[in-house]
């Protein structure tokens, strides 16, 4: 049914850029390695940057991306916690950046396994998370499944903070794939200014990033995850979990922050009603045993990389020196 539903859909792409917006890849800041498993039935290759620091403290810290990123745009929060002394591992999901892109089933569940065999396969039994945006979801879902392995838990403007089965029109799988199939640089650059208060060129590299399927031959594919991984956010929330935290949690949000999954399907007086990540954060908050919140004034949805210094800061002084040990 897969295959027939490819062929159905599959519309010609055309692609309008400058030759300066794509050149050659774009190096990530550390070392690539690979780790093989099997999720649904498919061998796999997830990759995976493992940063250990100079000076350890013994503790370690997993980084999960958002959806319209991957481990890259880490960069400035694995030096600032190495610096600190902890062994850092950032991810690639499996669906993005350089990890397969299997046409399956997206869940959570599957996703955070994923990750927990990774730390497996490092020896790692004890870590702290942080999860931004789609990582956010995650990092609580993986932090409900693996509470014992998690030490604290930081969620940076996470999705999910509102069910978007209640105010969000459901769409089918056909039109997702046929939106996603629509991608150019321009649009992706233009909902991530969305992110920003105030776009700086500095933040042009994490577009350059995000567009670089688009120049693969089997972007078609790509885009089909893209959809297949929207389908898992709109439908796999886990806020209503959240009482069930039981380590420390920090909930760092940008004041500006107005993420809505799906915005556009919403008239400008519904999108109002939503994504208002101050308050939804302290809701949140309200219901975990043991949280806190950081709002930082002025910053939308990215303040690791809008606020990089304030964020590490945040994030290392909450993290403390915790004793889990690495091996």
């Not at 898992?232 to 979990?241: D, F, N, T």
């Amino acid at each position: 049914m897969k295959s027939l539903l490819f062929k159905s859909l599959f519309i010609p792409i055309v692609i309008f850029c400058s030759s300066k917006a794509f050149s050659e890849p774009i190096p990530y800041p550390y070392p690539v390695h690979y780790f093989s498993l099997n999720a649904d039935g498919t061998n796999l290759q997830m990759a995976y940057m493992d940063v250990k620091p100079e000076s350890a403290n013994g503790s370690s810290v997993i980084l999960f991306h958002g959806k319209n990123f991957n481990g890259f745009y880490w960069e400035k929060v694995i030096k600032a916690l190495t610096t600190a002394g902890y062994r850092v591992i950032a991810p690639d999901q499996i669906g993005w950046g350089k990890s397969a892109k299997p046409n399956m089933k997206y869940t959570f569940e599957i996703l955070a396994n994923n990750n927990k065999l990774l730390l497996d396969s490092l020896g790692i039994h004890q870590v702290n998370v942080i999860g931004h945006s789609m990582g956010g979801m995650l990092a609580a879902r993986f932090s409900l499944m693996y509470p014992r392995l998690v030490t604290k838990l930081i969620l940076e403007d996470p999705l999910g903070l509102e069910d978007y089965k209640k105010f969000i029109p459901m769409q089918t799988i056909e039109s997702l794939y046929k939106n996603e199939l629509k991608a150019t640089y321009v649009s992706y650059k233009k909902y991530q200014q969305s992110y920003y208060p105030l776009w700086k060129p500095d933040y042009e590299i994490y577009v350059k990033v995000q567009a670089e399927p688009l120049q693969q031959k089997d972007f078609a594919s790509v885009a089909y995850v893209n959809a297949l991984t929207w389908q898992m956010i709109y439908e796999q929330p886990v806020l209503y979990e959240f009482k069930n935290l039981s380590m420390p949690v920090l909930l760092i949000v940008g004041g500006k922050d107005r993420t809505i999954l799906g915005k556009k399907l919403l008239n400008k007086k519904e999108q109002a009603l939503h994504g208002n990540f101050p308050i939804l954060a302290k809701k949140a908050a309200a219901q975990i045993k043991n949280a806190q919140v950081i709002i930082i004034p002025g910053v939308g949805h990215i303040p690791h990389i809008q606020t990089t210094e304030i964020f590490n800061t945040d994030a290392i002084k909450f993290l403390g020196k915790a004793n889990n040990a690495t091996d």
